[in-house]
C-alpha cells in the first residue's frame, strides 16, 4: 500500500490554522494511508498557537510541524507585510519539501509527496508545488458564496473591463451565479472597492483558477445555490469540495493556562445559574473591538433591551495601528457608562477572552450579536443558536447578506456596516436605539425562525456523519488527491 504526504501551509495566525488542523486530522482518520505535514509561518510567536500544535502533535502521530525560520516582511506598509511575509517564505518551504522528497527517495516506507494544500492567501506557493511536479489545493476558512464572488468580480474585471471600485457607495444591485438573490454593491468586502487592496485580491481569484481544486469550509445544505453554481459557469473553474462544517469544538487547550482556566470556570457558573435560552452573546471575534463611543452605545442599548447579556468587550489598539489580537480592558469601568455595572450586575456579565463553542454549546444562551467571522457563522448553526449581525471587515457583510436574505437564519442589526482594515481612530457608529431593537428582534425570535437555524443546525451534524454530504466529498478529495499515485 502506497503511503501518500500532503504539505498544508497555512497563514499565520489562529483562526485559519485551527480550521486548517481540523480538515487534517479529517483526512488522516479517514485514509489511514495519508500523513500531512504542516509548515507553520510566524510573524511573532504566541504561546496560544504553540499550546495548540503541542497538543495536535501528541493525539495524531500522523499529522506534523515545522517551523519556518522567521523572516522580516519586505515592506514597510502594514497591508502589505501579510503579503511580503508569505513571498518571503517560498525558498524556506522549498527547502523544507526537498528534505521530504529526499527522505521518501531514500526510504521506501517513507510517503511521497502527493500535493501542497495551501491557505486561501498563500496562493504564491503554487509555484512551489509546481517545481516539484505536484498539484496544489486551496483550503477556503470562508463559504462558497464567498468564492463565488470572488471569482465573479475578477470576471467582471478581466473579461468585461469593469472597475468594481466603481461600486464604492453606489446603490447597485449586482446579479451572479453564486447567489440567489441581487448582492447590493454596499454588502461587497472592502478589499473590492478599495484601489490599492483590489490587484491583490484579485491575483488571488486567478491563482485559485490555477489549482487542482479547492476544499470549501462549507457544506452542500447551507450553501446548495452556490456549490451548484460552479459547475454551471463557464470558463476555468477547479473543482471545489465543500467538506464543512470544519470546527475545532474540543477547545481543551484553550483552558490549559491558570488565568484562563479560571475565566473558563467563572463564564461556566454564570451561564449555569441564568435561566433557559435567556442570554444574549455578544462577540466581534479575534479582531472585534470598538472605541469608547461606540461602546457606550452597546451598553446603553443592552441595558434598555432588558435582556441578559453576556459582552466579550475587548480593548481597541492604539490610534493607527492593527492588532490581529486585541487585550482585554484593565478595568471596564473606565470606559462603560457610569454605573452601567451595578444597574445591570444581576442580568449582565462583562468578559474579555471568550471561551466561544462552550458559549455557544450552553443551553442558557438564546442568541448571539456576531461580526459574521465564518467561523462564528457555522458554530453558531451547529449549536442551533441565532445570530443578530454586526459584520466589521473583510467578507462579514456577504456573510451578514447570505445570513438575513439567502438563509433567512439571522436578523439585522446591521448588513453593511463597515470598519476599514487600518484604523484611523474614527468609527461609525451604531446607535443604542439600533442595537436595542436589533437585540430584541433576536431574543424574541419567533419559534418558526428558531426551528428553521434548529434544522439547519442537525443538518450540519448529518453532512460530516457516514453517508453525509461532507463525507462523501471528502472521499472524492481524497480520490483525486491521492488514488493517482503509483
Given at each position: ?230 459547475s454551471k459557469v463557464k470558463g476555468n473553474t477547479p473543482p471545489v469540495y465543500p467538506v464543512g462544517p ?186 443604542a436605539g439600533e442595537i436595542e431593537r436589533g437585540v430584541r428582534c433576536l431574543m424574541e425570535l419567533s ?40
Amino acid at each position: 500500500m502506497k503511503k501518500a504526504e500532503l504539505v498544508f501551509i497555512p497563514t499565520t495566525g489562529i483562526s485559519h490554522l485551527l480550521s486548517s488542523v481540523e480538515v487534517a486530522k479529517l483526512l488522516v482518520d479517514r485514509d489511514e494511508r495519508l500523513s500531512i505535514t504542516f509548515l507553520i509561518m510566524k510573524l511573532s510567536s504566541d504561546p496560544k498557537i504553540d499550546r495548540f500544535i503541542n497538543s495536535v502533535s501528541k493525539a495524531c502521530t500522523r499529522i506534523r510541524f515545522i517551523d519556518l525560520p522567521k523572516d522580516e516582511p519586505d515592506s514597510n506598509e502594514p497591508k502589505m507585510i501579510f503579503f511580503s511575509l508569505i513571498e518571503a517564505q517560498k525558498p524556506h518551504v522549498k527547502d523544507e519539501v526537498s528534505k521530504l522528497v529526499s527522505q521518501s527517495e531514500s526510504s521506501p516506507d517513507s510517503p511521497t509527496l502527493s500535493g501542497f494544500v495551501l491557505d486561501m492567501f498563500c496562493t504564491p506557493m503554487i509555484d512551489v508545488a509546481n517545481e516539484f511536479g505536484v498539484p496544489s489545493y486551496i483550503f477556503l476558512a470562508s463559504g462558497a458564496a464567498s468564492l463565488g464572488l470572488q471569482f465573479y468580480v475578477q470576471a467582471l474585471h478581466d473579461e468585461q473591463k469593469v472597475d468594481p471600485t466603481e461600486f464604492k457607495g453606489s446603490d447597485a444591485e449586482l446579479v451572479m451565479p453564486c447567489l440567489a438573490n441581487p448582492l447590493p454593491a454596499k454588502v461587497l468586502p472592502f478589499f473590492m472597492l478599495d484601489k490599492e487592496w483590489l490587484p491583490l485580491f484579485l491575483g488571488l481569484a486567478r491563482r485559485f483558477r490555477e489549482s487542482k481544486g479547492i476544499i470549501i469550509n462549507t457544506f452542500e445544505e447551507l450553501e446548495s445555490h452556490a456549490i451548484d453554481s460552479f459547475s454551471k459557469v463557464k470558463g476555468n473553474t477547479p473543482p471545489v469540495y465543500p467538506v464543512g462544517p470544519i470546527l475545532n469544538l474540543n477547545r481543551d487547550d484553550d483552558h490549559d493556562c491558570d488565568e484562563e482556566s479560571d475565566k473558563y470556570k467563572d463564564i461556566k457558573q454564570w451561564l449555569d445559574e441564568q435561566p433557559l435560552s435567556s442570554v444574549v452573546y455578544l462577540c466581534f471575534g479575534s479582531m472585534g473591538s470598538f472605541g469608547a463611543v461606540q461602546v457606550k452605545e452597546i451598553a446603553c442599548g443592552l441595558e434598555q433591551s432588558g435582556h441578559r447579556f453576556l459582552w466579550s468587550l475587548r480593548k481597541p489598539p492604539p490610534k493607527g495601528e492593527m492588532e490581529l489580537h486585541p487585550s482585554d480592558h484593565t478595568n471596564p469601568r473606565d470606559i462603560l457608562p457610569e454605573g452601567f455595572l451595578d444597574r445591570t450586575a444581576n442580568i449582565g456579565k462583562i468578559i474579555g477572552w471568550a471561551p466561544q463553542t462552550d458559549i455557544l454549546a450552553h443551553p442558557s444562551v438564546g442568541g448571539f450579536v456576531s461580526h459574521c467571522g465564518w467561523n462564528s457563522i457555522l458554530e453558531s448553526i451547529w449549536f442551533g443558536v441565532p445570530i443578530a449581525t454586526w459584520p466589521l471587515y473583510a467578507e462579514q457583510q456577504l456573510n451578514a447578506f447570505m445570513l438575513i436574505v439567502e438563509l433567512g437564519l439571522g436578523v439585522e442589526i446591521k448588513m453593511d456596516y463597515r470598519r476599514e482594515f487600518n484604523w484611523d481612530g474614527s468609527e461609525n457608529v451604531i446607535s443604542a436605539g439600533e442595537i436595542e431593537r436589533g437585540v430584541r428582534c433576536l431574543m424574541e425570535l419567533s419559534d418558526e425562525k428558531r426551528e428553521k437555524v434548529k434544522d439547519m443546525s442537525g443538518k450540519s451534524r448529518k453532512a460530516l456523519e457516514n453517508g453525509g454530504s461532507s463525507c462523501t466529498w471528502l472521499g472524492r478529495f481524497i480520490q483525486d488527491s491521492v488514488d493517482h499515485l503509483p
